[in-house]
Each structure stands twice: as structure tokens, then as C-alpha cells.
């Protein structure tokens, strides 16, 4: 990324935590993300976007760490201030939009509602706002659409009307909390491709939230590989794809099934369980589920490393000469 263009979202060492009968989650542990104006980054996380608007779950708290939205400092903001920023400059999308609507209302008031509350003007003038807001994404017939509740519409329907709200008030940063889980492939290429189309005409920032790299690859200009809590490998998306360092990120590639893969053979899978976040380990939290570890993995944590915009925590990055070339040729002795 530049460093000339208007940066939407800056995290720096972001530590959250969640407290839960007496045990504290690390659910999200130093975590350091920037991006600009008309770029999107796409990341693993749900809890790092909740932190970004300050919706945490009961116990959950900002431990550490800072969250700038347009420069301004969100961790020092109180409930009014918060409440003037989510809708207005930060908009997010979540995974289901059933459970994003209200079944009692009409969607048309439901848009025009998020416009009343962050900008003046009559009912009348915030419905033909979400009328227009409706055309914008895509929905047939918006004026028609108006009265109709939730439950009248599809569910990719729905989830364009979730889009139509989050964008009424044009944000400069749009979350979108894996958008696409609850619609089948048809209707996720759909919303992806508005979601790409809205991002360029609004010069918004966008965070994609996804655990599908086949979306990141299509969608992100930028990603960032999380794990347990923590941002392990960061770089463009295309360098990233062609060239990983992380083994995490390798593992989760070489998990992927690709076209000449053999349907007799399985497909790789990560051996092990993720951390227990409550007792995080000491040294790299990959390092029990890493074929490369050594015991400096296992009691160390790893700093980022690597040069420019691609950076890495590990001590054996793929590709160096501690580490094999390929998880999945050790692990089944089938592919190189």
C-alpha cells in the first residue's frame, strides 16, 4: 500500500480479552492491521472486526492496544460517540441476514431508519433514500420492495437489503463479517461482486472477514493469515498465493482441493488441535501442529520478519533450508 492515500482503518497491538467465570480468552493478541481508502484486506477473524466497533460479547474488553477509524482513537470513545460512528463512517455486513433484520418492520423503514439516525431530513426523504439505496444493489423493483417484510425475500434478497442499509449513510469503512456463509455459490458470487463494485464507487475500505481463501483470492487485494488469535503471515494477495512463508498458510493451501487432485486420495488436513486460548503457549501457538517446529518454536515467540509488505512470524519459513517443501508430501508421501 501507498503511504499517500487517506488510511480508513489503522490497528496497532490489539489485545482482546474475554472473561468467562473466572478464565480470561485471549481471543485476539497483538493484532496490527492498516488499510487504505479503496483497498480491501482480507482476514480470519470475527472477534478482530468486533473489536473494531466495540461489540464484544459479555466480559469481552479492549486490553490493550489502539483502533483508529479515519484517526480517530475508538478505544477512547464513549456510547454517544460510538453510537455517531457505527452506521455512519463504520458500517458492517454480518454472516446471516435473517438475524440482521428485524422481522417486525418493512425493509424500507428499516434503511431509512439507519439514514434518520445518522442524517437529517424528513421520513420522506430517508425512504426515497432507501429506495435509491435499494436500485443501488441490485433489488428488483426497489419503490415495490419497500413495504415488504424480511421474510418475503430470498435469502440473497435479504442480504442485499443488508448491504443497501450498511452503505445508506456511505461509510468509509465497510466490515463485512463473512457475508456470504448462509447463500449457495450462485448468490455468494452475487454479493461478492457488489460488494467489489460498491467498494470502487464509494472509494471505501473494506475487511473481509473469511475462512475462504477462494473468496480472498478473487476479492482481497491484501490478507492477513491469522491463527489463534494472532496475525501470522501478511502480505498482497497475490504474492501471498504464490509465494508463502508461513506454515499455517501453506497447510491451509495445500488443504484445498484442486482440480487434478486425485478423488482416492484425501485431501491434506492440519494434524492437531488450535490452542487452548485461555493458557496460551509460551513460544509459537502453531508450533504443536507444525512439522518444522523445533524447540526454539515451542518455547519462543517468533516477531514478525520478512521484507516490505510480505511479513511472516516463524523462525523456519517455508521455503528455507530447515524447512521440507511441501506439508502434504510428507504427510502422505503422494504429492511434492
Given at each position: 500500500?501507498?503511504?499517500?492515500?487517506?488510511?480508513?482503518?489503522?490497528?496497532?497491538?490489539?489485545?482482546?480479552?474475554?472473561?468467562?467465570?473466572?478464565?480470561?480468552?485471549?481471543?485476539?493478541?497483538?493484532?496490527?492491521?492498516?488499510?487504505?481508502?479503496?483497498?480491501?484486506?482480507?482476514?480470519g477473524?470475527?472477534?478482530?472486526a468486533?473489536?473494531?466497533?466495540?461489540?464484544?460479547?459479555?466480559?469481552?474488553?479492549?486490553?490493550?492496544?489502539?483502533?483508529?477509524?479515519?484517526?480517530?482513537?475508538?478505544?477512547?470513545?464513549?456510547?454517544?460517540?460510538?453510537?455517531?460512528?457505527?452506521?455512519?463512517?463504520?458500517?458492517?455486513?454480518?454472516?446471516?441476514?435473517?438475524?440482521?433484520?428485524?422481522?417486525?418492520?418493512?425493509i424500507?423503514?428499516?434503511i431509512?431508519?439507519?439514514?434518520?439516525?445518522?442524517?437529517?431530513?424528513?421520513?420522506?426523504?430517508?425512504?426515497?433514500?432507501?429506495?435509491?439505496?435499494?436500485?443501488?444493489?441490485?433489488?428488483?423493483t426497489?419503490?415495490?420492495?419497500?413495504?415488504?417484510?424480511?421474510?418475503q425475500?430470498?435469502?440473497?434478497?435479504?442480504?442485499?437489503?443488508?448491504?443497501?442499509?450498511?452503505?445508506?449513510?456511505?461509510?468509509?469503512?465497510?466490515?463485512?463479517?463473512e457475508?456470504?456463509?448462509?447463500?449457495?455459490?450462485?448468490?455468494?458470487?452475487?454479493?461478492?461482486?457488489?460488494l467489489?463494485?460498491?467498494?470502487?464507487?464509494?472509494?471505501?475500505?473494506m475487511?473481509?472477514?473469511?475462512?475462504?481463501?477462494?473468496?480472498?483470492?478473487?476479492?482481497?487485494?491484501?490478507?492477513?493469515?491469522?491463527y489463534?488469535?494472532q496475525?501470522?503471515?501478511?502480505?498482497?494477495?497475490?504474492?501471498?498465493f504464490?509465494?508463502?512463508?508461513?506454515?499455517?498458510?501453506?497447510?491451509?493451501?495445500?488443504?484445498?482441493?484442486?482440480?487434478?487432485?486425485d478423488?482416492d486420495?484425501?485431501l491434506?488436513?492440519?494434524?492437531?488441535?488450535?490452542?487452548?486460548?485461555?493458557?496460551?503457549?509460551?513460544?509459537?501457538?502453531?508450533?504443536?501442529?507444525?512439522?518444522?517446529?523445533?524447540?526454539?518454536?515451542?518455547?519462543?515467540?517468533?516477531?514478525?520478519?520478512?521484507?516490505g509488505?510480505h511479513?511472516?512470524?516463524?523462525?523456519?519459513?517455508?521455503?528455507?533450508p530447515?524447512?521440507?517443501?511441501?506439508?502434504?508430501?510428507?504427510?502422505?508421501g503422494?504429492?511434492?
Amino acid at each position: 500500500m501507498s503511504g499517500n492515500a487517506a488510511v480508513a482503518l489503522e490497528i496497532t497491538d490489539l489485545r482482546t480479552r474475554i472473561e468467562r467465570g473466572g478464565r480470561v480468552v485471549h481471543a485476539v493478541d497483538g493484532v496490527s492491521l492498516r488499510i487504505e481508502a479503496g483497498q480491501t484486506l482480507g482476514c480470519g477473524k470475527s472477534m478482530t472486526a468486533m473489536s473494531v466497533l466495540r461489540l464484544l460479547p459479555p466480559g469481552g474488553r479492549i486490553a490493550g492496544g489502539a483502533i483508529r477509524v479515519n484517526g480517530q482513537d475508538v478505544v477512547a470513545m464513549d456510547d454517544r460517540q460510538l453510537r455517531a460512528l457505527r452506521g455512519s463512517q463504520v458500517a458492517m455486513v454480518f454472516q446471516d441476514p435473517m438475524t440482521s433484520l428485524n422481522p417486525t418492520m418493512t425493509i424500507g423503514r428499516q434503511i431509512a431508519e439507519a439514514v434518520r439516525t445518522h442524517r437529517s431530513g424528513s421520513w420522506k426523504q430517508a425512504m426515497a433514500r432507501a429506495e435509491e439505496m435499494l436500485g443501488l444493489v441490485g433489488m428488483p423493483t426497489p419503490r415495490d420492495r419497500l413495504g415488504d417484510y424480511p421474510h418475503q425475500l430470498s435469502g440473497g434478497l435479504r442480504q442485499r437489503v443488508v448491504v443497501a442499509m450498511a452503505l445508506a449513510c456511505e461509510p468509509t469503512l465497510l466490515i463485512a463479517d463473512e457475508p456470504t456463509t448462509a447463500l449457495d455459490v450462485t448468490v455468494q458470487a452475487q454479493i461478492l461482486r457488489l460488494l467489489d463494485r460498491l467498494k470502487a464507487e464509494l472509494n471505501m475500505a473494506m475487511l473481509l472477514i473469511t475462512h475462504d481463501l477462494g473468496v480472498i483470492a478473487g476479492h482481497a487485494d491484501d490478507v492477513a493469515v491469522m491463527y489463534a488469535g494472532q496475525v501470522v503471515e501478511q502480505a498482497p494477495t497475490v504474492e501471498l498465493f504464490a509465494d508463502m512463508h508461513h506454515p499455517y498458510t501453506e497447510a491451509l493451501l495445500a488443504s484445498i482441493p484442486m482440480v487434478d487432485h486425485d478423488p482416492d486420495e484425501p485431501l491434506y488436513s492440519i494434524p492437531g488441535l488450535p490452542p487452548d486460548l485461555i493458557h496460551p503457549p509460551t513460544g509459537c501457538r502453531f508450533a504443536a501442529r507444525c512439522r518444522y517446529a523445533t524447540d526454539e518454536c515451542r518455547t519462543v515467540q517468533p516477531d514478525m520478519a520478512g521484507s516490505g509488505a510480505h511479513r511472516f512470524a516463524c523462525f523456519h519459513p517455508v521455503g528455507s533450508p530447515v524447512a521440507p517443501s511441501s506439508p502434504v508430501a510428507a504427510a502422505s508421501g503422494s504429492r511434492s
